[in-house]
């Protein structure tokens, strides 16, 4: 009976995220089915406050990273980076290309893929339409990378926050492992897009006009003080673990220190930055997830992944986490495998992110939920090109996830 | 005669210095430059990897739409200043293979470039004008975005070769 009805919570709480009813939106659900499961019992009260303490901490990284990245937008760094890609492009549509790629992993590595795509892929297109070049393959690059290039840092990615206490590594040394996977991420993303839309890179004879424009476009140098925050913070998250600071202090000094240099307009506008609803979400997801594994979830998901961090099990770790994110979208595949591959940290929780980060390139939509919710409902959305991305993400996801774990194996026998 | 002139990014200098050589001085001419949706979709909807959160982002980025529109307005007017005849010009957003089609519906005569490889071969036409080339119904003027090279360079199918 109790896993029945975890069972129903996380498909209600999952339901909603996808299907976004403006009546039952997907937070308020997900926490009447985590009361529901501890009211019912099918999570113990205990259970419940483990849950959230353990995600508790995470959630509050998240925001403050949230609230620092839109406190760099406020600084201009991001019209910053738009009018460096410019320049650097000479006009040249493959060299904005390669611009692009450079910030696009940069601001995801750092800032999270949140900031990449809510915040850099408007720019991205911006630039790329003033230069008179085609937007695509930019728009599609910052698209894919914030995903693919979400690997390197535990404050990369959502997904990255809630498995890096599960790894039992330090700050750097989360890196240090990651970022041969996410080098060669990239390199397999630089492949396959710049040939995919080479034809849209091309430009006949040589372009005068975008050249003009590249050159023409105003210099707006890099916010000094935002720079600086951000790179303060990165240098407070190496640091963390000699110094004895949890991480999370120095994103949230580093979000301080941009409020109070560049104040929000509103209380408002930095209260939104920190999306609480989509906190309270995960908070109320956490627990969810919880009832369901206590109740016979996870051993099913132990049962179907191996153990140990020998390259065999870290590919099918990988390839199972990057199913699973397919079919269920990658956060809740996450909190669902991490319990499990906890037992093989490092290897195990890193070849999950692997999955968990890349995999939902292959869809786009990001789990075959959201897909055929979206065939239901639009049956006729001109406005996604779903064939497109399929083709993208079957030309990328397999390939990288594969060169991506050989890169981790690699790592785990050097660090 | 009404002559519609399909203009890209990548192409429209040689593509509009063409058309002027090539079509009638009387003809009525109309520069075509279509916006690609899903592309403005991409960068303005957040994907899956937004999962849970907030459909739309709060409103400060740059205003996608506007961009595309100001900008395919600027490439036109440059367009019909370089083609330096009368013309009138026609924005479109949509997919692009579809409002090329629409567009040049009771055309007389479409004028676009080539958008592959600048090589004697079938990748010469990429997927867009090769849809546009092939549904058609007008007379198709195909011109090439960068001078071809030379018959003695083109890779020749075995049955062909002497």
Known sequence: MNEAISLVALAASLTAAVARWRRAPDWVVAAGAALIVVLVGALSFHGARTALGRLGPTVGFLAALLVLADGCRRAGLFDALGALMASGSHGRPPRLLAMVFLVAAGTTAVLSLDATIVLLTPIVFATAARLTTSPRPHVYACSHLANSASLLLPVSNLTNLLAFAACGVSFTRFAALMALPWLVVIAVEWVVLSRVFADDLRTAGTPPAAAAAAAAAPRVPLPRFATAVVGLTLVGFGVSSIAGIAPVWFAVAGAVALILRHPPQSLRQLFSAAEPTFLVFVLALGVVVAAAGENGLSSVVDALLPHGQSLPALLAVAVVSAVLANLLNNLPATLIIVVVVAASAPGGVLAMLIGVNVGPNLTYVGSLATLLWRRIVHAHDEDVNTAEFLKLGALTVPLSLVAATVGLWLALQVF | ?162
């Open chain 2, 1 to 162: 005669m009404r002559v519609l002139v399909w203009i890209t990014e990548s192409s429209w200098q040689p593509c509009v210095d063409q058309a002027g050589r090539l079509i009638p001085a009387d003809a009525e001419v109309t520069l075509l430059h279509v916006a690609a949706s899903e592309v403005e979709h991409l960068a303005e909807h957040p994907g899956p990897e937004r999962f849970g959160r907030r459909r739309r982002p709060p409103a400060h980025e740059p205003q996608v739409r506007a961009i595309a529109e100001s900008e395919a307005q600027a490439l036109l007017a440059a367009a019909r200043e370089r083609f330096g005849r009368d013309a009138h010009t026609e924005a479109r957003r949509g997919r692009v293979e579809r409002e090329v089609l629409e567009a040049a519906e009771g055309s007389d005569l479409l004028v676009l470039a080539r958008d592959g490889r600048p090589r004697r071969e079938p990748k010469s036409i990429g997927h867009y004008a090769r849809f546009v080339v092939d549904h058609a119904g007008c007379p198709v003027l195909l011109v090439w975005a960068e001078p071809p090279p030379g018959l003695e360079d083109m890779h020749w199918p075995p049955h062909l070769r002497r």
